[in-house]
């Protein structure tokens, strides 16, 4: 009963849907869709959530592969828990999900918490290094919220700096906010990562983000998260 809905990603240069966010939903045969602020933090404090992120990855890779096989270049990003992983092993189960699912790991992008990525555990480092040498992109997902150093940000080879939509909505009002913005792009590009704005409501805000150098904008405004099949249409 759980189902990927995709959120387009778009590149600000080109104005087309470069990836697409999988986001977990329910389909509850009684309740109707279910967003996943209702089931995540169970998942994990039951020790189920690798259950729900193996599943997500199967299903989107196979999407994702559908994609590419129409001629269409886009990426798919995953959210990745890192609570249940403890055995640095996933690392082979994640790699042969998607490549049973015949996708490259470069149209695959794991987004981590910033809260979770700044982990001390030698593991979760160790298995966060080990995706990244296969090929996966690794994203630093509500960039912003966690407590991480800037040296602690180049620990992990990040693809990927998310800035987190609570910065992103108000910076075209509130001055302070547009700076946290500006200087969080500026350091994803310092640092040579791809840096993407989430929670793009209206065209003021997209287009400020354009004007700070942003890569890749996400939001309501193009659309919010939808079935694979409404995706399709977009893209
Ligand atoms: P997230 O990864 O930060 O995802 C972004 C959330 O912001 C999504 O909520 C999305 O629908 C919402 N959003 C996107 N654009 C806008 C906008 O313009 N305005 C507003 N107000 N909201 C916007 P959603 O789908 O409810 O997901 C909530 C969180 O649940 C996600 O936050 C993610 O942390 C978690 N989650 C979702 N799917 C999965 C999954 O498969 N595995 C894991 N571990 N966590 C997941
Ligand atoms: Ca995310
Ligand atoms: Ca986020």
New binding site residues.
């Given amino acids: 009963q759980?189902e990927?809905?995709y959120?387009p990603k778009v590149d600000f240069n080109t104005g087309t849907i470069c990836g697409a966010?999988?986001?977990?939903?329910w389909r509850h045969p009684v309740s109707g869709v279910i967003?996943?602020?209702a089931f995540?933090s169970e998942?994990?404090a039951s020790g189920n959530?690798d259950v729900?992120?193996l599943d997500?990855l199967n299903k989107a890779t196979r999407d994702c592969k559908k994609w590419i096989d129409q001629g269409l270049n886009v990426t798919v990003s995953?959210?990745?828990?890192l609570?249940g992983l403890t055995d640095p092993y996933v690392v082979n189960t994640i790699s042969a999900i998607v490549e049973n699912n015949g996708l490259d790991t470069r149209y695959v992008t794991l987004?981590i918490?910033e809260t979770a990525a700044m982990t001390e555990s030698a593991t979760a480092l160790e298995i966060l290094a080990r995706l990244r040498m296969r090929g996966f992109g690794l994203s630093v997902?509500?960039y912003g919220t966690g407590f991480s150093s800037l040296s602690q940000l180049t620990r992990v080879a990040f693809s990927e700096l998310?800035i987190?939509?609570s910065f992103?909505?108000g910076s075209t009002t509130d001055p302070s906010l547009k700076t946290i913005v500006q200087s969080s792009i500026d350091m994803a590009k310092g640092l040579g990562l791809t840096s993407v704005a989430?929670?793009?409501?209206d065209q003021n805000e997209w287009d400020l983000l354009k004007e700070l150098g942003c890569n890749i904008g996400?939001?309501?405004?193009i659309s919010?998260?939808v079935p694979v099949n409404e995706l399709i249409k977009l893209l």
């Avoid at 995953?78 to 828990?81: D, F, G, P, R, T």
């Avoid at 989430?198 to 409501?201: N, Q, S």
């Avoid at 996400?218 to 405004?221: A, D, F, H, M």
Wanted: a negative charge.
């Fill in positions: 759980f990927p809905f959120q966010e999988a986001l977990a939903r967003p996943p602020g995540i998942l994990e959530i729900l992120t997500m995953i959210n990745l828990s609570a987004e918490t997902d509500d998310k987190d939509q992103v909505r989430e929670g793009i409501e996400q939001g309501y405004l919010k998260p």
